[in-house]
């Protein structure tokens, strides 16, 4: 049985992974700002909260409440490790990602090529408060996970 105390919490965490992805969705997209690599990493986590946010109201609270935390976590590691990359404190990934080019010659490959945004992990698109985007992810992050943990302890 969940209390209703839990379900406000549960709410509260998976609705602000859901606003931490409506921001990132609307500075790529109203905002123009490409996401790098990492940017991406830090949104799968966002996005498994949620799942698990709304299945520990439909199906088993446990469970699904250490897992959304678990996802808070996981997000909140990738944005400080992000924060480091952008900070030259340490080296980020060497690899980009691409679709699948198998069926592209080599005149349209190259053309995808040119019109793709260039966007490296170590730069800082925005910031506020002499924080980036990615910095700013960690830290709510750490919040999100922290009402994760109050719920699990309302459960």
Not at 70 to 99: D, K, N, S
Not at 123 to 137: I, Q
Request: charged share 10%.
């Amino acid at each position: 049985m969940i209390l209703p105390s839990q379900r406000t919490l549960i709410l509260l965490a998976a609705g602000g992974s859901a606003l931490m992805m409506l921001g990132a969705l609307a500075f790529q997209h109203l905002g123009d700002m490409a996401p790098c690599k990492l940017c991406i990493w830090q949104r799968w986590p966002h996005v498994i909260a949620i799942g698990f946010g709304v299945l520990a109201l439909l199906v088993a609270p446990r469970v699904m409440v250490v897992g959304g935390m678990l996802a808070a976590f996981a997000t909140a590691g990738i944005g400080f490790y992000h924060t480091g990359v952008e900070r030259g404190w340490w080296e980020g990934p060497t690899t980009c990602t691409a679709g699948d080019a198998a069926r592209l010659s080599t005149d349209d490959l190259l053309a995808q090529i040119m019109a793709a945004p260039l966007v490296r992990c170590d730069e800082v698109p925005w910031e506020m408060l002499t924080l980036s985007m990615a910095s700013w992810n960690a830290i709510v992050s750490l919040g999100l996970a922290g009402v994760w943990i109050l719920a699990i302890r309302r459960g």
